[in-house]
């Protein structure tokens, strides 16, 4: 007897077939079981490094605004050393270098990840961008110290960190939509609709704020004026420029940093407003991402408070502290709001 033919030795048999709609090819049938033996480490670390960014961003701010930015004064060691000298300005410095170290450990990790396993390959691209521009923000964090808070340097960095952020969360957010929805094909979980896109538009619009901030606040602009809504007091109805008026009264800015300041409250002001109402029109509308406008609506505002609060006690750092982490906060629910528009083509 054949022993190919033995009953001892059946041929293997194909089990997804009898479950297999008409039509369905087999290399169609092997994708998706690939999709189907996906695990949540990829979800939780790309969550991780989302929750881990938010902090990093404020903590950032605070210590610029505690004047320890420059309690080392090289990188990427502080004072030539490994173990840095003791101080709590220094120890503000060190601490942030290794929160950001750590991030960008776990960036590599989710990167390797993408590389080294079948299922997360369409992650790919994605995660090179975003290796990619956590080592452009470590080489701006180090030309923060080294070129002594070069206000330009400054901006980018902000911005860097938020857009960080943002990637992390759509990440984030499409590993896990991928998991809850495995059968469906590449083309079928990402859709850039014309909802999708007004959405990118506003998140475009906050970035455009965000930079504005940054330029007040790395040029410390922020402590020129101390009134509101002019930059002096008693320039809320004063409409008087000139050498002639005191410097106590005039409505419109005199100097460079009069001027930065009281321009990001102008683009602060007329965006917010627009945010608002694009939140109502867009989100607030929908049932699925009603909740998500509101909590815009509610950053929004709180976030012009927040800033009203820092022009009139001086730039306490607490106050804008909360005011940068707050701004991050917004970039992180209208990238969220984004990521489950395009995946879930609402």
Known sequence: MNPSTSTKNPLPV?????????GEGTNQTEASDIWTQRRPL???MALAAAILTWPLIAFGTYVRLKNAGLSCPDWP??????IPPAGFEIALEVGHRFVASFLGLLITVILILAYTRPQYKNYRFLSVLIFVLVCVQGVLGGLTVLMKLSPPTVVFHLVGGNALFGLLIFLAYRAYYDERN???????????????????????????????????????SGYACN???????????SFHVGEAVASEGYFLPKFQTEWIHMTHRLIAIVGGLALLIMSWRLLYRK????????????????????????????????????????????????????????????
């Open 182 to 220: 495995p059968h469906r094909s590449s083309d079928q979980r990402q859709s850039w609709s014309h909802f999708s896109k007004q959405q990118a538009g506003m998140l475009l619009l906050f970035f455009i704020i965000l930079i504005s901030g940054g330029a007040n606040s790395s040029t410390y």
């Open 77 to 82: 060691l502080c004072h030539g050393k490994i």
């Open 14 to 22: 194909d089990t997804f077939s009898a479950n297999r709609p008409k």
């Open 287 to 346: 049932q699925a991402y009603r909740m998500i406008g509101i909590g815009i609506w509610v950053l929004i505002l709180g976030e012009i408070s927040v800033g009203i609060l820092n022009a009139l006690y001086r730039i306490p750092a607490p106050i804008s502290t909360a005011h940068t982490a707050i701004a991050a906060t917004i970039v992180g629910l209208l990238s969220y709001s984004l990521a489950k528009s395009v995946h879930e083509r609402h």
């Open 227 to 237: 009134a509101f809504p002019g930059c002096h007091p008693g320039s809320a109805l």
């Open 42 to 44: 990829f979800r939780w």
